[in-house]
Protein backbone atom coordinates (compact mmCIF):
# COMPACT_ATOMS: atom_id res chain seq x y z
CA UNK A 1 0.00 0.00 0.00
CA UNK A 2 1.11 3.54 -0.33
CA UNK A 3 2.57 5.68 2.67
CA UNK A 4 -0.70 7.09 4.90
CA UNK A 5 -0.19 9.33 7.54
CA UNK A 6 -2.65 8.53 10.54
CA UNK A 7 -2.98 10.76 13.36
CA UNK A 8 -5.10 8.98 16.31
CA UNK A 9 -6.59 11.24 19.23
CA UNK A 10 -6.90 10.29 22.90
CA UNK A 11 -7.90 11.53 26.25
CA UNK A 12 -4.79 10.40 28.15
CA UNK A 13 -7.34 9.85 31.32
CA UNK A 14 -9.34 7.33 29.20
CA UNK A 15 -9.52 3.98 31.41
CA UNK A 16 -10.68 2.21 28.34
CA UNK A 17 -8.03 3.69 26.56
CA UNK A 18 -6.10 0.24 26.62
CA UNK A 19 -8.32 -2.01 25.04
CA UNK A 20 -9.35 0.58 22.43
CA UNK A 21 -6.22 1.61 21.67
CA UNK A 22 -4.92 -2.34 21.47
CA UNK A 23 -7.91 -2.93 18.72
CA UNK A 24 -7.65 0.39 16.64
CA UNK A 25 -4.24 -0.54 16.05
CA UNK A 26 -4.80 -4.47 14.90
CA UNK A 27 -6.95 -3.06 12.74
CA UNK A 28 -4.82 -0.35 11.36
CA UNK A 29 -1.56 -2.06 11.05
CA UNK A 30 0.67 0.39 10.94
CA UNK A 31 4.29 -0.09 10.22
CA UNK A 32 5.59 2.48 12.33
CA UNK A 33 4.08 4.28 15.80
CA UNK A 34 4.65 7.72 17.19
CA UNK A 35 3.47 8.54 20.67
CA UNK A 36 3.33 11.59 21.96
CA UNK A 37 5.48 10.67 25.59
CA UNK A 38 9.04 12.16 26.04
CA UNK A 39 12.14 9.74 26.95
CA UNK A 40 12.15 11.98 30.31
CA UNK A 41 8.71 11.54 30.78
CA UNK A 42 8.64 8.07 30.63
CA UNK A 43 11.29 6.85 32.27
CA UNK A 44 10.38 9.36 35.19
CA UNK A 45 7.00 7.31 35.42
CA UNK A 46 9.05 4.04 35.07
CA UNK A 47 11.09 4.89 37.67
CA UNK A 48 8.72 7.17 40.15
CA UNK A 49 5.58 5.95 39.65
CA UNK A 50 4.94 3.24 41.87
CA UNK A 51 6.28 5.43 45.02
CA UNK A 52 4.49 8.66 43.54
CA UNK A 53 0.73 6.80 43.27
CA UNK A 54 1.53 5.29 47.09
CA UNK A 55 1.69 8.79 48.30
CA UNK A 56 -1.18 10.17 46.23
CA UNK A 57 -3.46 7.59 47.86
CA UNK A 58 -1.91 7.90 51.43
CA UNK A 59 -2.76 11.32 51.20
CA UNK A 60 -6.22 10.65 49.92
CA UNK A 61 -7.04 8.30 52.71
CA UNK A 62 -6.07 10.40 55.30
CA UNK A 63 -8.26 13.95 54.21
CA UNK A 64 -10.90 11.37 53.44
CA UNK A 65 -11.16 10.41 56.59
CA UNK A 66 -10.94 13.45 58.08
CA UNK A 67 -13.78 14.64 55.62
CA UNK A 68 -15.71 11.20 56.14
CA UNK A 69 -16.10 10.54 52.85
CA UNK A 70 -15.57 7.52 50.49
CA UNK A 71 -12.24 8.87 48.29
CA UNK A 72 -12.64 5.82 45.80
CA UNK A 73 -15.71 7.26 44.37
CA UNK A 74 -13.60 10.20 43.00
CA UNK A 75 -12.99 10.05 39.32
CA UNK A 76 -10.95 13.06 39.98
CA UNK A 77 -8.55 10.87 42.22
CA UNK A 78 -8.42 8.21 39.76
CA UNK A 79 -7.28 10.63 36.89
CA UNK A 80 -4.43 11.65 38.99
CA UNK A 81 -3.12 8.04 39.59
CA UNK A 82 -3.36 7.58 35.66
CA UNK A 83 -1.42 10.39 34.63
CA UNK A 84 1.35 9.82 37.20
CA UNK A 85 1.26 5.89 35.55
CA UNK A 86 3.09 4.96 32.32
CA UNK A 87 0.28 6.15 29.29
CA UNK A 88 -1.61 3.46 28.04
CA UNK A 89 -0.63 4.97 24.50
CA UNK A 90 2.95 3.99 25.38
CA UNK A 91 2.27 0.89 26.98
CA UNK A 92 -0.47 -0.74 23.82
CA UNK A 93 1.88 0.84 21.20
CA UNK A 94 4.80 -0.89 22.80
CA UNK A 95 3.27 -4.45 23.10
CA UNK A 96 1.80 -4.24 19.55
CA UNK A 97 5.01 -2.86 17.76
CA UNK A 98 7.21 -5.67 19.93
CA UNK A 99 4.28 -8.78 18.51
CA UNK A 100 4.21 -7.01 14.91
CA UNK A 101 8.45 -5.72 14.46
CA UNK A 102 6.80 -2.27 13.80
CA UNK A 103 8.77 0.82 14.95
CA UNK A 104 8.49 2.38 18.04
CA UNK A 105 9.47 6.01 18.42
CA UNK A 106 8.85 8.54 21.54
CA UNK A 107 8.48 11.92 19.89
CA UNK A 108 7.82 14.24 22.80
CA UNK A 109 10.16 17.00 24.29
CA UNK A 110 11.57 16.12 27.29
CA UNK A 111 12.78 19.82 28.14
CA UNK A 112 8.95 20.59 27.50
CA UNK A 113 7.46 17.31 29.66
CA UNK A 114 10.43 18.02 32.93
CA UNK A 115 9.22 21.64 33.00
CA UNK A 116 5.63 20.66 33.07
CA UNK A 117 6.56 17.10 35.41
CA UNK A 118 8.30 19.61 38.06
CA UNK A 119 6.18 22.47 37.75
CA UNK A 120 2.90 20.97 37.65
CA UNK A 121 2.81 17.57 39.48
CA UNK A 122 3.58 18.67 43.20
CA UNK A 123 0.69 21.04 42.79
CA UNK A 124 -1.22 18.40 41.77
CA UNK A 125 -0.13 15.80 44.76
CA UNK A 126 -0.57 18.52 47.32
CA UNK A 127 -2.80 18.17 50.22
CA UNK A 128 -4.84 21.51 49.59
CA UNK A 129 -5.48 20.22 46.09
CA UNK A 130 -6.38 17.28 47.41
CA UNK A 131 -8.51 18.33 49.86
CA UNK A 132 -10.72 20.81 47.44
CA UNK A 133 -11.28 17.63 45.17
CA UNK A 134 -12.66 15.98 48.11
CA UNK A 135 -14.86 18.32 48.83
CA UNK A 136 -16.06 18.83 44.94
CA UNK A 137 -19.29 16.25 43.90
CA UNK A 138 -17.10 13.13 43.00
CA UNK A 139 -17.17 12.55 39.12
CA UNK A 140 -17.51 9.46 37.30
CA UNK A 141 -14.37 9.06 35.26
CA UNK A 142 -15.81 6.80 32.71
CA UNK A 143 -18.42 9.40 32.29
CA UNK A 144 -16.11 12.62 31.89
CA UNK A 145 -14.06 10.99 29.24
CA UNK A 146 -16.97 10.05 27.32
CA UNK A 147 -18.20 14.05 27.72
CA UNK A 148 -14.43 14.89 26.63
CA UNK A 149 -14.88 12.55 23.78
CA UNK A 150 -17.76 14.15 22.40
CA UNK A 151 -16.44 17.56 22.67
CA UNK A 152 -13.32 16.65 20.75
CA UNK A 153 -15.62 14.95 18.04
CA UNK A 154 -17.15 18.36 17.45
CA UNK A 155 -14.23 20.68 17.34
CA UNK A 156 -12.70 18.06 14.89
CA UNK A 157 -15.65 17.65 12.92
CA UNK A 158 -15.94 21.79 12.36
CA UNK A 159 -14.61 23.71 9.40
CA UNK A 160 -14.94 26.68 10.72
CA UNK A 161 -12.52 28.03 11.96
CA UNK A 162 -14.35 30.17 15.29
CA UNK A 163 -15.10 27.51 17.19
CA UNK A 164 -11.29 25.83 17.47
CA UNK A 165 -9.57 29.62 16.96
CA UNK A 166 -12.01 29.57 20.57
CA UNK A 167 -10.97 26.68 22.19
CA UNK A 168 -7.01 27.37 21.70
CA UNK A 169 -6.88 31.22 21.54
CA UNK A 170 -4.21 30.69 24.34
CA UNK A 171 -1.86 28.31 22.67
CA UNK A 172 -0.70 30.84 19.97
CA UNK A 173 0.44 32.99 22.54
CA UNK A 174 2.64 30.59 24.11
CA UNK A 175 6.47 30.00 22.99
CA UNK A 176 6.80 26.88 24.73
CA UNK A 177 3.49 25.26 23.21
CA UNK A 178 4.64 26.23 20.03
CA UNK A 179 8.05 25.06 20.19
CA UNK A 180 6.40 21.77 21.55
CA UNK A 181 4.21 21.31 18.55
CA UNK A 182 7.63 22.53 15.74
CA UNK A 183 9.42 19.60 17.61
CA UNK A 184 6.09 17.03 17.49
CA UNK A 185 5.92 18.06 13.68
CA UNK A 186 9.25 17.49 12.58
CA UNK A 187 9.86 14.45 14.70
CA UNK A 188 6.50 12.81 13.18
CA UNK A 189 7.26 14.09 9.89
CA UNK A 190 10.67 12.18 10.18
CA UNK A 191 9.40 8.75 11.10
CA UNK A 192 6.98 9.59 8.00
CA UNK A 193 9.78 9.96 5.89
CA UNK A 194 11.61 6.46 7.24
CA UNK A 195 8.93 4.44 6.02
CA UNK A 196 8.88 3.14 2.74
CA UNK A 197 5.38 2.33 2.21
CA UNK A 198 2.70 1.22 5.08
CA UNK A 199 0.85 3.17 7.95
CA UNK A 200 2.28 5.99 10.12
CA UNK A 201 0.46 6.09 13.55
CA UNK A 202 0.66 9.32 15.53
CA UNK A 203 -1.46 7.95 19.14
CA UNK A 204 -1.38 11.58 21.61
CA UNK A 205 -4.09 14.24 22.94
CA UNK A 206 -6.87 15.03 20.90
CA UNK A 207 -6.20 18.78 20.89
CA UNK A 208 -2.96 18.51 18.63
CA UNK A 209 -5.61 17.09 15.98
CA UNK A 210 -7.24 20.25 15.80
CA UNK A 211 -7.48 22.46 13.07
CA UNK A 212 -7.32 25.27 11.53
CA UNK A 213 -5.73 27.29 14.21
CA UNK A 214 -3.43 29.54 12.21
CA UNK A 215 -0.69 26.95 11.60
CA UNK A 216 0.50 26.20 15.36
CA UNK A 217 -1.36 22.84 15.86
CA UNK A 218 0.93 19.25 14.86
CA UNK A 219 -1.92 18.95 11.91
CA UNK A 220 -1.91 21.77 10.71
CA UNK A 221 2.37 21.70 10.57
CA UNK A 222 0.99 18.23 8.39
CA UNK A 223 -1.52 19.08 6.28
CA UNK A 224 1.19 19.11 3.46
CA UNK A 225 0.94 15.38 3.88
CA UNK A 226 -2.76 14.62 4.02
CA UNK A 227 -2.86 12.89 7.19
CA UNK A 228 -6.23 10.91 8.48
CA UNK A 229 -7.78 12.05 11.81
CA UNK A 230 -9.02 9.24 13.99
CA UNK A 231 -10.68 9.91 17.60
CA UNK A 232 -9.33 6.67 19.77
CA UNK A 233 -13.24 6.63 21.25
CA UNK A 234 -15.33 6.63 17.51
CA UNK A 235 -12.94 6.21 15.15
CA UNK A 236 -15.42 8.14 12.80
CA UNK A 237 -13.20 11.05 12.27
CA UNK A 238 -12.43 11.71 8.52
CA UNK A 239 -13.19 7.50 7.57
CA UNK A 240 -12.30 3.99 9.21
CA UNK A 241 -10.37 2.43 7.27
CA UNK A 242 -9.68 -1.36 7.95
Known amino acids: ?37 SPYGL ?16 RVK ?28 YRMAQKYCRDTGAALACIDSSLWSKGWIHKHWQQLLSSENLETLLKCPPETLSKEV ?13 KEEPLA ?11 IWQQRELELAQELEENFARAQEGRVAYVGGWQHLLYPNTGSTLYDRLRHLQP ?15
Do not use: C
Not at 43 to 58: A, D, I, P, T
Not at 68 to 75: A, C, I
Not at 146 to 158: G, S, T
Not at 232 to 241: C, F, P, Q
Open 146 to 158: EREYKIAAQFLRN
Open 62 to 89: RLASDLQVSWREWGQINAIEIQLSVPFE
Open 1 to 37: MAKELLLIGTVHRDPLGAVRLRRLLAEEGPVAVAVEV
Open 43 to 58: LYRQRNSRHLRRRLVK
Open 165 to 175: SAFTRAWPADP
Open 228 to 242: RRILLSSWEIEGHHG
